[in-house]
């Protein structure tokens, strides 16, 4: 374990990024940081959050997290192997219209869930994971956690209130009072399952 945990340390080093800042984006207390730098094992969704910010594929991290777990040899191969299916998969699906080196930086999500109007179900989507700045009638990717679907809502959202606009007469919009400014709607947020803004939508039959 103790090699994955200092492949965390290296990859924020090589960002410049101390502790207290890696420990803030992610929503962690920062000794809770410099534990998963050390010797704990650090969960599914803080490795989410962490790749996001030092700007490395998940799935990198994955790997190295098997590379450095008890698992059986074998089962930790076949994983692996998985692993970089996704990978391959992903970069042979190209859209030239969007500025990205390649669609493997964009997230394709198909929707499980009643989503805002202009989405159907059942809709493909690419999600820019790296954008969760919220701007006005800019279309959001989301995932629920307590069902494992995704799905797409607008945002609105001020001073006091936080909104995820559905505009779908079969889901009621949800509204969140903020009273901790910036912080709060950023855990509101992350725990609603925000993953990015949405680029583009398709229906694939």
Known sequence: MAAFNDYLKSLREQKAL?????????????????????????????????????????TEILKKRLDDSKANEEAAKKA?????????????VSDNSLKYKTSSELLQVKLG??????????????IDTCNKNVAPDAMYGFLNPMTGCYFAAKLALNETQLRLVFDNAKRKDAEFNIEGGSTESHYILKTLGLLGRVIKAELIF
């Open 80 to 92: 692996i192997s998985s692993l970089n299916a996704v990978n391959s998969t992903d970069n042979k």
């Open 18 to 58: 101390d502790i207290g800042t890696v420990a803030k984006r992610i929503g962690v207390h920062r000794h809770t940081q410099s534990n998963y730098e050390g010797h704990r094992d650090p969960p599914i969704d803080y490795l989410v959050d962490f790749a996001e910010v030092v700007g490395v594929p998940f």
């Open 113 to 126: 869930e009643l989503s805002h109007t202009a989405v159907p179900m059942d809709a493909t989507v690419y």
